[in-house]
């Protein structure tokens, strides 16, 4: 069945450090993907999203390419803030499907 | 802009006792979803409703019923509760675009469930 791997946390860095968040997927066909943001006490809120390889999604400085050929879609930012701190899901959305499949979640902490 | 609003947002309960969880969504949205969130699982779909009259198991659905009310509304019940039972639960719901493409599912902010 469909799978979907981040790298585990907590991943913890100052303000305005590189980010990069690890996720590889398990799927059949070409599936949607995305990533996902929790914060303290919320719920899921998508944070950005690609339907087709070589796709990138943006949003608020992030972003993700959909890599077929690696099966991976690593969640980037430039410059991170400490209002970045929060659980950040990659999830896949195999084609024809409306169920989402998530990863376990990796946690970002930003200290000043 | 309410979304997809669940209720309540705590709960405690007691082995052995039943209890609903609501879901509601104004967006018109046909599909919806709920999910339980436990720590180092990340979240795990028990039920889902593609549309309207139709409801399908997901990957942990044992001790749990669903009922789709209508379009707007998807309840969640546990009939008598375990202490396996203590998560957070999310309930979320999506729609298809023209070309049948699944959107982003949008997420409640969740109800804290605790079995005593």
């Known amino acids: 069945g469909d799978s979907v791997t981040q790298m585990e946390g907590p991943v913890t860095l100052s303000e305005e450090a590189f980010l990069t968040i690890n996720c590889t997927y398990t799927a059949t066909g070409y599936p949607s993907l995305f990533w996902y943001v929790q914060y303290p006490g919320e719920g899921l809120q998508l944070l950005l999203k690609a339907t087709k390889a070589d796709d990138k999604g943006s949003n608020k400085g992030f972003e993700a390419t959909y890599r077929k050929e690696t099966t991976s879609f690593h969640l980037e930012k430039g410059s991170v803030q400490v209002s970045d701190s929060a659980v950040y899901f990659c999830a896949l959305s195999g084609p024809g499907y409306s169920t989402l499949t998530f990863g376990k979640g990796t946690m970002l902490l930003v200290s000043p | 802009n309410a979304g997809v609003t669940q209720t309540p947002k705590f709960q405690v309960l007691k082995t052995g006792q039943s209890m609903t969880l609501q879901c509601a969504q104004d967006m018109n949205h046909n599909s919806m979803y709920w999910y339980r969130q436990d720590p180092g699982m990340g979240l795990r779909l028990i039920y889902y409703s593609a549309s309207e009259g139709t409801t399908d198991k997901g990957e942990v659905p044992n001790g749990y019923n669903v009922s789709r009310l209508n379009k707007r509304e998807f309840s969640l019940r546990l009939e008598s509760a375990a202490p396996s039972q203590t998560s957070v639960y999310f309930c979320?719901?999506?729609?298809?675009?023209?070309?049948?493409?699944?959107?982003?599912?949008?997420f409640g902010d969740g109800t804290r469930l605790s079995i005593l």
């Open positions: 979320a719901s999506s729609t298809r675009d023209r070309s049948y493409s699944n959107q982003p599912q949008h």
